[in-house]
Structure formats: structure tokens, C-alpha cells
């Protein structure tokens, strides 16, 4: 006597050491898809139990009666497709889901980032686990809104073949036959050059998220128009220093506020200077300290 439990994702996918046991007459469990079913002969009794669901009644009887359990191999992500599946069901059949745009669900992500983040900072694995759970929850869910989209519609399956696209391609050392320990710094030029292959940027600051947090906008702007040789010097005092207190001379704002307009007037003279110098003749991203001071007052 023998179950057969097929992988319910991959119903079509035997285990090897069951295919000697399914040429006969077998048995199936209700849920067994009728194009898995077709496959076999079925009867109402066999000493054969097919079936793809290890909670079934007929199943659980047959395995406290003895019988042997051959069952498809749990493969790595399986966990994965339950929940992308779970996913479409809770945007199809359930209220609140359903009504979910991207937008609504942009301030629950930022919350879930900084979880995440407070996780990370404490080192609790438990906790990180969870909060991980809970950015995947995302991914999955803005993926399955986006499968409604009337246009430029994708679906999570998009979404992780760019992934793996990306990451082949900003990583050729993975293909290329290279063998033994990896140069750190190697492997990041050779990123930010695949990178940068990738999309023709017209300014040192292209890609930036600036919808980040003030100060750490400002450390990325700063960052990213220094490595593009931009002179220190041209880092205005404002952004050097942050002063936090009550200050009505600022008409009241706050200073994340005060620093996030500081920094956007910022990054405005540093997308000016690159046009100024692309007008006279300067590549973007190669500009010399002698250009973007000569192009740093142009408009």
C-alpha cells in the first residue's frame, strides 16, 4: 500500500522512486486536477493513493494504517510560490486587498523598511525573519497590483527575472570562467561599470531616490557630485552642518525640512553646471575641478 504526494505547484512532476507504483490503476484524492488525472487510470480503491494534499482524510488514514509515503522533493522558493499564490487570492477574494493601490501602500512600506531596519540594529534573527516576511509581503503585493495595470502591466515573475538579469549582468565574473578568490575591488568596478552601461545617464545625481530622508539625501548628493570630481569647495556651509532647534527665523520649519530644500537647491546648480558644461563641450560624468568651477555660476 502506497501514498503518492505530488507537489501541488507541480502536480505534473513524479518522484522517481513513485513512477513503478502509477502504471496500474491507481487511486485520487478529490483535489487532484482532472489533467493529472487523465494521465492514469483511476479507480475508487486502489492500493495506490494519489493526491496532492498531505492534510486529506484519505491520506492521513492511509498513513496511520502503515502505508509507505513517497512524496515530491520540497524544492528551495516552494514556500515562495505559496505565498505569491496566497497573494493573488487575498487581492481577488479579499475587501480590503482589493481596494489597495501602490500609493496606499507607500506608508506602510516605509514603516516596514524601518522595522527592519530597528531589526538589523538589534541583531534579533527571530525578529529580522519577521521583518523580512513583512517586506516580502510588499514586493508581493505592489507585484500582484501591478498585474491590473491597463498598461506596462507586470507580475511578480517580472520582477524577478529583471532581478536575475541585473545581477547577471553586473556580475560577469559569474560566467566568465573565472575561478578561484575574487577582487573585492575588482568586482565593484566592474559593477559600476555594468551599471553604468545600462542606463545613459546625463547627471552625476541621476538615480538618486529623493524622496530619502534629508540627511541621508544630502550624504548621497554630496557623495555621488564628488565622485563625479566636483570640488569640495563648492559644498555650500548649509549642508555641512545641521542645526537643530527652535528657530523662528526659518518661518517655523523644521530642520529636515529647511535641509531637504537646501539640498534640492543643491542638486539643481549641480544639474545646471552639467548642462552648462555638456553645452561647451565637457562628457557628463568626466568633468574636470577646472569645469565645474568655470560652469558652476553659468546658467
Excluded at 524601518?114 to 509581503?137: F, P, Q, R
Excluded at 559593477?191 to 548621497?220: F, H, N, V, Y
Excluded at 534640492?264 to 565637457?282: N, T
Amino acid at each position: 500500500m502506497t501514498v503518492v504526494l505530488l507537489d501541488p505547484a507541480r502536480p505534473t512532476m513524479v518522484p522517481a522512486e513513485a513512477i513503478e507504483f502509477l502504471t496500474g490503476v491507481v487511486q485520487f484524492t478529490e483535489e487532484v486536477p482532472v489533467r493529472i488525472r487523465w494521465l492514469f487510470s483511476g479507480t475508487a480503491r486502489s492500493d495506490v493513493l494519489v493526491s496532492t494534499d498531505p492534510r486529506n482524510p484519505e491520506v492521513l488514514d492511509r498513513i496511520r494504517g502503515g502505508d509507505r509515503v513517497i512524496s515530491s522533493p520540497k524544492l528551495p522558493g516552494d514556500d515562495l510560490i505559496a505565498a505569491v499564490v496566497l497573494m493573488d487570492r487575498l487581492r481577488t477574494r479579499g475587501g480590503w486587498e482589493g481596494e489597495q493601490t501602490h500609493a496606499s501602500l507607500s506608508g506602510y512600506l516605509l514603516e516596514e523598511t524601518y522595522e527592519l531596519l530597528d531589526a538589523i540594529h538589534s541583531g534579533n534573527l527571530v525578529d529580522l525573519k519577521e521583518e523580512l516576511g513583512d517586506i516580502l509581503l510588499q514586493v508581493l503585493f505592489h507585484s500582484r497590483i501591478a498585474q491590473d495595470a491597463g498598461h506596462d502591466s507586470f507580475d511578480v515573475d517580472d520582477v524577478a527575472a529583471g532581478l536575475v538579469a541585473k545581477l547577471t549582468h553586473r556580475t560577469p565574473h559569474l560566467t566568465d570562467g573565472t575561478t578561484g578568490p575574487i577582487d573585492i575591488a575588482a568586482q565593484e568596478k566592474a559593477w559600476e561599470e555594468q551599471k553604468a552601461s545600462e542606463k545613459a545617464r546625463g547627471s552625476c545625481l541621476d538615480g538618486i531616490a529623493m524622496s530619502q530622508p534629508a540627511l541621508a539625501l544630502t550624504q548621497k548628493v554630496i557623495a555621488r557630485a564628488t565622485r563625479a570630481g566636483l570640488p569640495e569647495q563648492l559644498v555650500p556651509e548649509e549642508l555641512r552642518t545641521v542645526n537643530i532647534g527652535i528657530d523662528h527665523s526659518q518661518g517655523g520649519e523644521s530642520a529636515e525640512e529647511v535641509l531637504r530644500r537646501d539640498v534640492q537647491v543643491f542638486a539643481r546648480r549641480i544639474r545646471s553646471a552639467e548642462s552648462s558644461a555638456k553645452v561647451h563641450g565637457a562628457q557628463p560624468g568626466q568633468l574636470t575641478a577646472i569645469e565645474w568651477i568655470e560652469n558652476w555660476g553659468r546658467r
